[in-house]
């Protein structure tokens, strides 16, 4: 199986983030990418390539104008106000106030935010410009006949909708990729998520539409984060009903719960009989994960790939979250190994 990666994405290491109340470094750091890259190597994986340019179309098939703006000139507005450490937003339009785009920077961060933890640095904008491009080049590889690629994104994509960031994420790069397989013919695409975490903005973004479908495993908004979406009822809307599932499971899960939530997802994929089939592939429902609950230990990550194989669909991974360092390119590359068989 082929990976793309880039180095850009050490462009992005911010300083930290609240963690029980105390500024503590980020677990979303840039040594995630080099041990999933290394174990890659280690295992003969296959090829690595670096992304191609594909530039900001695909990107805006996705995300607003406004949002792509704000992204890219927050950190020069924010340096030129005198600032030297990162840019975080603190103002949100919640419940009550009004969702009007102000002029000001920081009320635009807040604007297009839903927590504190997508901070802005001096390389953000480049190492998220250059995490879709992974995607959209391992995205032309499976549209070009592979049976998979592996697009090494760093950072991830999942929590980010069209015009909102959180939760470590900017682009959504495995929407992009969506997308461009649609842009590029297919008719109907499915995207499997199987971070730990519910993948909001993915969910938000293909809500009202039926070409592509969106299966969700994790932890219960019941209980965890991103706490505001990611319930069963949440079904699709409009065009997009029934195209959202949403497989929440308790606090604690093991692959026996597990598994059989990916089993039904499965079932439901095939039945839609996806064109392409992306995977959302975030590894931090490991039992050592440290800000997850689930008890998934390594051995299951072959047994995920190899349930996912069984779709007999041309397959795209996408890299999401995975915080238990030393594991995640253990984790992350037993996925891929079992897929391959
Ligand atoms: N106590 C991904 O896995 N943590 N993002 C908030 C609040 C944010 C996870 C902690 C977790 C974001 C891609
Ligand atoms: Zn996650």
Request: with cysteine; glycine share 10%; aromatic share 12%.
């Amino acid at each position: 199986m082929l990976t793309i990666y880039s180095d850009d994405h050490r462009l992005h290491h911010a300083q930290g983030e609240m963690v029980g109340g105390e500024f503590q470094p980020c677990f979303e750091m840039p040594a995630r990418a080099d041990h999933v890259l290394a174990r890659v190597k280690a295992q003969q994986l296959g090829a690595i390539r670096e992304p191609e340019d594909f530039g900001l179309t695909p990107i805006a098939r996705i995300h607003s104008a406004d949002y792509l703006d704000f992204l890219q000139k927050a950190w020069a507005g924010w340096a030129a106000q005198g600032n030297t450490a990162d840019f975080l937003p603190g103002v949100f339009p919640a419940r009550h106030l009004r969702a009007k785009r102000p002029d000001d920077l920081y009320g635009q961060y807040g604007f297009h935010s839903f927590d504190c933890f997508a901070p802005i640095t001096a390389g953000t904008w480049q190492a998220v410009y250059t995490s879709a491009q992974v995607a959209l080049t391992a995205q032309r590889e499976v549209a070009a006949g592979a049976r998979s690629a592996f697009a090494l994104c760093r950072p991830p994509g999942h929590h980010a909708s069209a015009d909102v960031m959180g939760g470590y994420c900017y682009l959504n790069n495995v929407a992009i990729a969506a997308q461009a397989f649609l842009d590029q013919g297919a008719k109907r695409v499915a995207i499997l998520d199987v971070d730990y975490h519910h993948g909001n903005g993915t969910q938000s973004i293909f809500y009202e539409r039926a070409d592509v479908f969106v299966a969700n495993i994790h932890g219960s908004p019941s209980f965890e984060y991103p706490h505001f979406l990611g319930y069963a009822d949440e079904t699709g809307a409009g065009a997009g009903e029934g195209y959202n599932l949403n497989l929440p499971l308790a606090a604690g899960s093991a692959w026996d719960v597990w598994g059989a939530a990916l089993d039904t997802a499965c079932k439901r994929i095939a039945a839609y009989d996806a064109d392409v089939v992306l995977v959302s592939l975030g590894v931090d429902t490991y039992q050592n994960d440290p800000i997850s609950s689930f008890k998934l230990d390594s051995p299951d990550y072959l047994r995920m790939g190899q349930r996912i194989a069984a779709l007999g669909k041309p397959t795209l991974f996408v890299m999401e979250g995975g915080y238990a360092v030393a594991e995640i390119g253990i984790n992350a590359v037993n996925v891929l190994e079992g897929f391959q068989g």
